[in-house]
């Protein structure tokens, strides 16, 4: 094959491969292999996708690689064709697909590292062990008991005795090194569970019973117990000697979660998420690799995770719009969850209390299957919910009357209160007295938020922070915080309970790391009896005396422009009212709202979640939106708007030449926020009733916006099947 050549995936941000000719003398190489590469001139690090392709100049007239990295492919084949896929799906660079699914170390070019050497007893030792070595050699008795102790081997150990004492009985034949494991994987007895009730056997038995690609759909309402449901198809899949792959929203998040699998299943668990040392992070990932850590819980990107011996993968909550990435490759780990099943062959799981609409309609069309916990576990019974009308009871500083006698009663009974509101910062709004104007972004088309008491005031778009003024720059008049946010909510509690115990989650208290952690442990030693904070509250946590749940404004998001404005707010209600009487003792939820007669809010208090789907659904197919249509968002954004626009005429243009086929075009429109940190935004926004044709329209499409002329003037970018239409 002398005119054949390499096709590689290089980090840029154009939507094809490279090709290079493969030097003389050089081994046959494979797909997955990393290369160091010219390019202009510079290096990049790139991703053999195509050994033997076709190029389309003269291989003589093609550069070669300037170094080889990986001896054996780093990225195995199934992982490549889950990126492949994924780069045309989503119309995303291949070199940006292929460099998320790399730990920042082996992005960066850096050779695979050797595993570490870890000790061990040596096989048959236990014969050899001298009688009395006790008192003859004390530390060596140590190192012998720790040897034992270990799971999966001893690493070198800090004390100098110890390692001294070890290298001793490597000598006596007592002990060995060698490289390896990358994660320990040593069976403890794992703790006993639960029995499962019915309908949790039920649904482990259809994930264990499985051949194949499988889709589930596991709907339980909150506190239904589907965490056991994970555990026991988890322990047959680690049974069957495979791995499982966990996906959830945010680790912070979740620390008892991976208490809980570590614990019931008996071994160390993997994690990987964001708020990893680069070197954490690579180890976890060759980990999963090697297959030497057999369960790995992660969060988005651990989508791609490469496994050794893949066996099920679980997504918990998954409808959190987390796993949906926002910005640069705009994939969804939650449909990629899917996809990488499908192509291995394996069961996947997604479940939730909540699930999003999408998810809903597969199981009812028969895509997934539907494996529904209707009831809470044991003895836990669905909290009563009551609506707080705000017309007959005004709140001061938004807590109302009834709202404060229901939490009085709750700490003087013993329970633990949780308030909620998904706003922080003392207020949202500052408005003067006397011209009525309010306090704005400079950057963006927002009103900025006053933080710390009311010092500062903060931009939640563009992050921009300076201190609050003392009056208006207008007309000199007094300014007026109005509105709710938590810290105003915090001051109000404190004044009202100053002796409960009081902790605020939210983003601004939770930046140190542990500190989410030390929080929450706090909540369940029972020092804090009032827990107040914004989304971060409602997911997945466990507090089994939390008896009273708060939502201190279910207006904010009632009238929401976006499409998905209510299913957003349902599942925040449902999430965070699930949070209340999950262990024996029963739960109350209170709302409170100016609305008590919208429909929503009715029909959530009437039929739960379930009903609010239903009618949900019934509207999007009215109106057309998904899950019965198909999306794909344009967005432009430049300095000036005009420049913004002129790409987004280009684009339409060019969509209409090439044909719409079974494809709608709305716009050019301004965002939704039509200015954000200084720049001008504006979006198109592409609909069709079957996938098909959007995904054959954006093929062509996508490549051709790369050449439009206004596309150099501004910044633009494509995303498939968006979530937030901003
Ligand atoms: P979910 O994940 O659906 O919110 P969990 O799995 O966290 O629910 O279970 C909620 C609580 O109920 C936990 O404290 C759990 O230990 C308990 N639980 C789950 N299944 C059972 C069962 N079969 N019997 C008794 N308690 C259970
Ligand atoms: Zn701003």
């Not at 850590?293 to 993968?313: E, N, Y």
């Not at 931009?459 to 300014?479: K, S, T, V």
């Not at 309970?497 to 500190?515: E, H, S």
């Amino acid at each position: 094959m002398a005119d054949s050549c390499l096709k590689v995936a290089l980090p840029a941000p154009l939507m094809r491969l490279f090709d290079y000719r493969r030097p003389a003398g050089w081994p046959a190489l494979r797909p997955g292999q990393r290369l160091r590469v010219p390019f202009g001139g510079r290096e990049l690090i790139g991703i053999v996708i195509e050994t033997d392709a076709a190029p389309a100049v003269p291989a003589s007239k093609l550069r070669e690689p300037s170094r080889l990295i990986d001896t054996e492919p780093l990225l195995p084949a199934d992982l490549l064709a889950l990126l492949n896929w994924a780069s045309a799906y989503y119309q995303h660079p291949p070199g940006e697909v292929c460099a998320t699914a790399l730990p920042a170390a082996l992005r960066r070019g850096d050779p695979l590292p050797e595993a570490p050497s870890r000790w061990w007893p040596a096989a048959g030792g236990d014969a050899k062990r001298p009688a009395g070595i006790e008192r003859r050699a004390p530390a060596q008795a140590a190192a012998l008991a720790a040897l034992d102790a270990a799971d999966g081997g001893l690493a070198d150990p800090e004390d100098e005795r110890l390692r001294r004492a070890l290298r001793a009985l490597e000598k006596k034949g007592l002990a060995v090194r060698r490289p390896g494991p990358w994660w320990p994987n040593g069976q403890r007895s794992p703790a006993p569970g639960p029995v499962l009730s019915d309908d949790q056997q039920r649904a482990a038995d259809a994930i264990a019973a499985a051949d194949g690609f499988s889709p589930f759909l596991l709907e339980g309402v909150t506190g239904s117990g589907k965490t056991e449901v994970y555990l026991a198809a988890a322990a047959r899949c680690l049974a069957a000697g495979r791995q499982c792959l966990v996906l959830v929203p945010e680790i912070g998040l979740t620390p008892q979660l991976l208490a809980r699998f570590e614990s019931r299943l008996g071994l160390p668990v993997a994690t990987l998420h964001s708020g990893l040392a680069d070197g954490e992070r690579l180890r976890a990932w060759l980990a999963a690799a090697r297959g030497d850590a057999r369960v790995i819980i992660g969060t988005r990107s651990a989508v791609f995770t490469p496994l050794a011996r893949p066996g099920l993968i679980i997504v918990d909550e998954e409808h959190d719009a987390s796993y949906k990435q926002q910005d640069g490759f705009r994939y969804s780990a939650r449909d990629l969850a899917v996809r990488r099943a499908q192509q291995l062959g394996l069961p996947v799981v997604l479940g939730s209390a909540t699930p999003a609409l999408e998810s809903l309609e597969n199981a009812r069309s028969g895509r997934y299957r539907s494996l529904t916990l209707p009831e809470r576990a044991g003895s836990a019974q669905p909290p009563r919910v009551r609506l707080i009308d705000l017309r007959r009871h005004p709140p001061q500083d938004g807590l109302s009357a009834p709202l404060l006698d229901r939490i009085t009663r709750h700490l003087r009974d013993e329970g633990q209160v949780l308030v909620y509101l998904n706003r922080r910062g003392f207020a949202p709004v500052l408005v003067c007295t006397g011209c009525g104007g309010v306090v704005e972004c400079r950057r963006c088309d927002a009103r900025l938020v006053l933080h710390r008491g009311r010092a500062q005031l903060a931009c939640h778009h563009c992050g921009a922070r300076r201190p609050a003024p003392a009056a208006c720059a207008d007309c000199g008049a007094e300014l007026l915080p109005v509105g709710l946010g938590t810290e105003r909510i915090e001051q109000a509690l404190q004044a009202h309970f100053p002796d409960a115990g009081l902790v605020r989650i939210d983003r601004d208290t939770t930046r140190r790391r542990g500190a989410i952690e030390a929080h929450l442990a706090a909540v369940r030693r029972g020092e804090v009896r009032i827990l107040l904070g914004t989304q971060m509250l409602a997911k997945g946590h466990d507090f089994p005396n939390v008896t009273l749940v708060a939502i201190v404004d279910a207006d904010q998001g009632l009238f929401g422009t976006d499409f998905r404005a209510g299913e957003r707010l349902a599942q925040a209600f449902v999430q965070v009212a699930g949070r209340a009487g999950r262990a024996e003792r029963s739960g109350e939820v209170c709302i409170q709202t100016l609305h008590p007669e919208h429909a929503l809010l009715q029909r959530l208090l009437d039929g739960g979640y379930r009903a609010f789907a239903e009618q949900a659904l019934a509207e999007r197919r009215e109106a057309g939106w998904p899950p019965f249509a198909f999306l794909a968002l344009l967005r432009a954004e430049a300095v000036r708007r005009e420049r913004a626009f002129a790409f987004l005429d280009e684009a339409a243009a060019c969509a209409r030449d090439l044909g719409l086929e079974g494809v709608e075009l709305l716009g050019p429109a301004p965002a939704p926020m039509p200015r954000r940190q200084g720049r001008e935004r504006g979006q198109l926004l592409l609909r069709a009733a079957r996938r098909g044709p959007l995904q054959a329209f954006l093929a062509a499409w996508r490549p051709a916006l790369e050449a439009l002329p206004a596309a150099r003037f501004a910044r633009w970018s494509l995303d498939v099947d968006p979530v937030e239409l901003f």
